[in-house]
């Protein structure tokens, strides 16, 4: 719950004497319980004193294979002792979960490596092993000889099933006296094709981090550096590469370090540019409290303009150092088919000391643009 003290209710009055607009109460309409109110430039929502509390958060704080070409043995016909063995390379084409529509024809080409000592030749074949086939052949010859040490690209022509979902074909080679081996040790493992038809596999279309000094950060004090300095009484934001959760462990995705104005109720926030939002859209990210931020008190809002009308919470939470960290996935459909520019705003409840919030890999989750 949000406290925002008389002296605070005076400064939302300064705001509103500089041609700030003030807080904006949310209509029943809106199915929105919550009010918010803009600092500087109509963009910055702080909490009311009657909004209720939400929740709380933790945390502080190949390149393929060379080809490599070794000696050619004397005759296309495998010595009695060689080995069969296949490494596989990369995907040239159609890499794993690629999206086709139901009925296109495509190649898929795999690179493979002659990882054993018998010469590959066009006598060897790929082969079907189990799965989808996706109308291609049961088999195909290897396009020539391939030395050991040596790579081949296997090329096979597929169509997509016409059923929705993910479909995965695996495939193994054959020499050309029919023995079958893949990859691995054995050579028991298949290389496969798989697609996703219909539906596409949710991908980041949006990343809050990477795009943070696109956004315009502010506090009650005006307009704010980006990257800021952890020292800047007017608050700050910055980048933290390793951030440290408050049960001390360090995450290996960047998160924004989000400070409020050095008073009591201060408050800062981030506007980002205009964004189209798609039909399945959702802003994903962790929030709370950096290590050591014993005294972090704080609520933490998602706010929004859509095409370019009035600002709107969308969702907020309450942090504290409780030794816990929200996960966020908030869906974004009430905004589908709009130009929208999000806000990401934090205020002190009460002083302002130790309040480091941080919003870990904030990004938007959606189908492939």
């Known amino acids: 719950m949000s406290k925002i003290a008389p002296v605070t209710l005076l400064f939302l009055t300064l705001l509103v004497a500089c041609n700030y607009p003030g807080l904006q109460q949310q209509t029943e309409g809106d199915g929105l319980a919550t009010s918010a109110a803009e600092t500087v430039s109509a963009q910055l929502t702080l909490v009311s004193a009657t909004q209720p509390a939400v929740e709380a958060t933790e945390i502080p704080g190949v390149a393929p294979a060379a080809t490599a070409t070794l000696e050619l043995l ?28 139901a009925g296109d024809t495509f190649d898929k080409i795999w690179r493979m490596r002659n990882a054993g000592t018998c010469t590959w030749t066009s006598d060897y074949d790929v082969v079907f092993q189990d799965g989808n086939i996706m109308a291609g052949p049961p088999s195909a010859p290897l396009p020539g000889a391939v030395p050991p040490g040596s790579s081949v690209d296997v090329k096979l022509s597929l169509t997509a099933p016409g059923a929705d979902g993910t479909h995965r074909g695996n495939w193994k080679l054959r020499t050309a006296d029919g023995v079958i081996f893949g990859l691995g040790n054995g050579g028991e493992k298949p290389f496969f094709v798989q697609i996703v038809v219909g539906a596409q596999i949710p991908e980041v279309v949006y990343d809050f981090v990477e795009n943070y000094c696109d956004a315009t950060w502010l506090s009650g004090a ?11 009484p007017q608050g700050f934001v910055l980048v933290l590469s390793t951030p440290k959760l408050e049960d001390g462990r360090l995450e290996n995705e960047p998160a924004l ?88 705003a934090v205020q002190s409840n009460g002083p302002f000391f130790q309040d480091w919030a941080f919003w870990l890999s904030p990004r938007i989750i959606g189908a492939p643009r």
């Open 222 to 232: 005006g307009a704010l550096s980006c990257p800021g300095t952890d020292s800047d």
């Open 74 to 101: 004397p005759t296309d016909s495998p010595t009695p002792d060689c080995t069969n063995e296949a490494d596989f390379v990369q995907d040239v084409t159609v890499p794993d979960d690629t999206n086709i529509p």
């Open 257 to 344: 370090f989000t400070h409020p104005e050095w008073i009591n109720n201060g408050v800062i926030s981030g506007r980002y540019p205009a964004f189209e939002v798609k039909p399945g859209d959702e802003f994903h990210a962790v929030i709370g409290c950096l290590f050591n931020a014993v005294a972090c008190d704080v609520t933490m809002q998602l706010n929004y303009r859509e095409n370019e009308g009035p600002l709107r919470l969308l969702r907020e939470w309450d942090e504290t150092y409780d030794d816990e960290f929200r996960i966020l996935e908030v869906d974004l459909s009430s905004v589908a088919g709009s130009s929208v520019e999000f806000i990401l």
